[in-house]
T-cell receptor
Framework: DTEVTQTPKHLVMGMTNKKSLKCEQHMGHRAMYWYKQKAKKPPELMFVYSYEKLSINESVPSRFSPECPNSSLLNLHLHALQPEDSALYLC?????????????FGPGTRLTVT | AQTVTQSQPEMSVQEAETVTLSCTYDTSESDYYLFWYKQPPSRQMILVIRQEAYKQQNATENRFSVNFQKAAKSFSLKISDSQLGDAAMYFCAYRSFDNNDMRFGAGTRLTVKP
């Protein structure tokens, strides 16, 4: 199983809503990532979890709150978002270590903030 | 910080022909990894090919090959016998040797003409 799944596929939320994005993998990977991708732009790294611990936070606003409850699951909690936060949110996973491990990407959640 | 530059926003190739996508990067590190990822329209990002900086031999995967010039910090992707299914956005990516932080170039949109 080389699949990373993400739910929901699409999400529309108002600026006062609270919602969560979910990501799951069963490849035994111990690194998981959140990226934000605007249209026709490359993915921008937001957070990295390594062994369920937050290892990289790319100065993301606090209205985005990541959570890694176990080695297979990664959540992104959203609160008080702005319209400019509308984007495709990609989750990825990989093995950890000083070797050339690729990242496996999920299909993404397309978020629209109204 | 490492930067990745893709100077060709769009490229076009005739079916069955060969096309080369350019990528340059800037780093002070001696050990690192380089990747080409493909993102078809509304579909998942998948790995095309990878290269370890310590390897002099250029990586190949079927119709895909790279020209890795470490001194010039250049990492181009050659697609031979182009197929309609190769049409996608192609991202060049850099990953440091000892962490999971991956940086993407701006991308090159490849069109394949029948």
């Amino acid at each position: 199983d080389t699949e990373v799944t993400q739910t929901p596929k699409h999400l529309v939320m108002g600026m006062t809503n609270k919602k969560s994005l979910k990501c799951e993998q069963h490849m035994g990977h111990r690194a998981m990532y959140w990226y934000k991708q605007k249209a026709k732009k490359p993915p921008e790294l937001m957070f990295v979890y390594s062994y369920e611990k937050l290892s990289i936070n790319e100065s993301v606003p606090s209205r985005f709150s990541p959570e890694c409850p176990n080695s297979s699951l990664l959540n992104l909690h959203l609160h008080a978002l702005q319209p400019e936060d509308s984007a495709l949110y990609l989750c990825a996973s990989s093995q950890v270590g000083r070797v050339n491990y690729e990242q496996y990407f999920g299909p993404g959640t397309r978020l629209t903030v109204t | 910080a490492q930067t990745v530059t893709q100077s060709q926003p769009e490229m076009s190739v005739q079916e069955a022909e060969t096309v080369t996508l350019s990528c340059t990067y800037d780093t002070s590190e001696s050990d690192y990894y380089l990747f080409w990822y493909k993102q078809p329209p509304s579909r998942q990002m998948i790995l095309v090919i990878r290269q370890e900086a310590y390897k002099q031999q250029n990586a190949t995967e079927n119709r895909f090959s790279v020209n890795f010039q470490k001194a010039a910090k250049s990492f181009s992707l050659k697609i031979s016998d182009s197929q309609l299914g190769d049409a996608a956005m192609y991202f060049c990516a850099y990953r440091s040797f000892d962490n999971n932080d991956m940086r993407f170039g701006a991308g090159t949109r490849l069109t394949v003409k029948p």
